[in-house]
């Protein structure tokens, strides 16, 4: 029988959303992670938000997106991180997004972890229930 | 909350989209499934409101296009023209709706 190659993830491996935004967040922090477009991903553009979960989840990719309410709510099964960006201005979250890559460096970091970046960042452990914040 | 506020912080509310407005632009489409529900270029993800922003922000039809390729999404000029004109047309709805509340 043929093995499954794995991919090893050291560094963070995320998948974003569709949105020209995250091309500069690409650029500016390939360094501390790596990026991949949901396209990509469901090799389809325009896929609902329940099937990105699904397909991020058996790819292990951890989601970014802009979507702060549909992804937060998400299945018990369900392991990969979701980091959602409550700002608009690229220039204020692309600066918090790197501070956020710097504490949670490794891809192991983000499983389970539902991640609002805003003002702060609130980190909210869906497993023990566990919310801290990175100011 | 005014409805410039209203449009470009895309939170939980989701200001009311003419279903007029809708049916006028073949590019535009809803679905609860895709971002809350969020006027968005069909067959993408591409919310009308990012396509308004990036114009505004200097970026033209032609570089847009090619970005978007760049992430491997296909989108045609007449549905990043038409995603502009319809977050104009909805701002101006909203706006005119407010005055006559207020008035």
Known sequence: MKKKKTILRNKPFFSHDENLEFLKLKKDCNQFARFESVVKIMKRQGATDPKIVKECNNKDYHVITHNTTDFQRINKKIKIGVVCIGLRNEDDWIGRMKKLLRKLSKHKDYYYKNILINNDITIYNRLTKEVNKIL | ?103
């Open chain 2, 1 to 103: 909350m005014t409805s410039l506020n209203a449009l470009f912080n895309e939170g939980e509310h989701l200001p009311l989209i003419p279903s007029k407005l809708l049916r006028s632009f073949s590019f535009i489409s809803t679905d609860p499934k895709i971002r809350s529900g969020w006027p968005h270029i069909k067959n993408t993800r591409v919310l009308v409101t990012d396509i308004f922003r990036a114009q505004v922000r200097g970026n033209t039809i032609e570089s847009m296009v090619k970005d978007f390729k760049s992430m491997g999404i296909k989108i045609n000029s007449e549905a990043l023209e038409e995603a502009y004109k319809f977050t104009l047309e909805w701002l101006h709805y909203l706006n005119e709706k407010e005055k006559n509340n207020t008035s």
